[in-house]
């Protein structure tokens, strides 16, 4: 079993709808987990940062955390041309002791316009 | 206030040469990440340090590879006779504490010929 598992797409979704993305982690200990976006080329630029469980909001992005189901997703409302990217969960497993994230394989977004 | 530095931001080695990557975290951060990211891949954790001591090497290759952060000057990710598995972009990191969130560099791509 992977770290941090996600689907690596290509997910497609027409402009102006909610784009979702899904990620699962292994380590139940985990407490710090993070969204970052990466257009082609470039290098991972953050999204959201969540620690606790439940929703977070900022802008049009709203993180969900569940740490009993070891679940984080990332939803994008008003999805625009400009979200299609790659994004990247990451995750701190603090089973390892050390600092260092943890990334599932990215999720390929395309918004159509 | 400046983002995390990288230079140079392209290398192309001949195999068998070294290759030196510098990475100058952001402002106030003492935490400074590696990770590679080879093609089609996802991101993969290398290195972990602090001013003058690695924290977390589990990621390093066990040969060619080595990393410092001295206490003047910007962190070192140094491989030593590239081969050309060694291709890949190398991104730095740095964070202000520990599982705080790591804000990435623009990035070096190496290509070994």
């Known amino acids: 079993q992977k770290e941090v598992e996600q689907n690596s797409g290509p997910l497609s979704v027409p402009e102006g709808a909610i784009a979702s993305l899904n990620c699962t982690y292994s380590?139940?200990?985990?407490?710090?987990f993070f969204w970052y976006r990466q257009y082609s080329g470039k290098s991972p630029e953050l999204i959201m940062s969540?620690?606790?469980?439940g929703d977070k909001e900022d802008g049009r992005f709203t993180a969900q955390l569940n740490k009993a189901s070891q679940y984080v997703s990332l939803l994008i409302r008003d999805s625009q041309p400009s979200d299609s990217a790659t994004y990247l969960c990451?995750?701190?497993?603090?089973?390892?002791?050390?600092?260092?994230?943890?990334f599932g394989q990215g999720t390929r977004l395309t918004i159509n316009p | 206030n400046a983002g995390v530095m990288q230079n140079p931001r392209h290398l192309v080695r001949r195999r068998g040469q070294e290759a030196r990557l510098r990475c100058s975290p952001m402002?106030?951060?003492?935490?400074v990440y590696w990770y590679r990211q080879l093609p089609e891949e996802g991101l993969k954790f290398m290195v972990y340090?602090?001013?003058?001591?690695?924290?977390?090497e589990s990621g390093m290759p066990k040969e060619r590879f080595s990393a410092e952060f001295p206490k003047e000057g910007p962190s070192i990710l140094r491989i030593q006779q590239v081969v050309r598995g060694d291709s890949a972009a190398y991104f730095c990191?740095?964070?202000?504490?520990?599982?705080?969130?790591?804000?990435f560099g623009p990035g070096t791509r190496l290509l070994v010929l």
């Open positions: 990451a995750v701190i497993p603090i089973i390892q002791g050390a600092q260092k994230l943890v």
């Open positions: 969540i620690y606790s469980n």
């Open positions: 402002k106030g951060h003492s935490h």
């Open positions: 990191a740095s964070s202000p504490g520990v599982e705080e969130t790591q804000y």
């Open positions: 340090l602090q001013k003058e001591n690695i924290i977390d």
């Open positions: 380590d139940r200990g985990s407490q710090s």
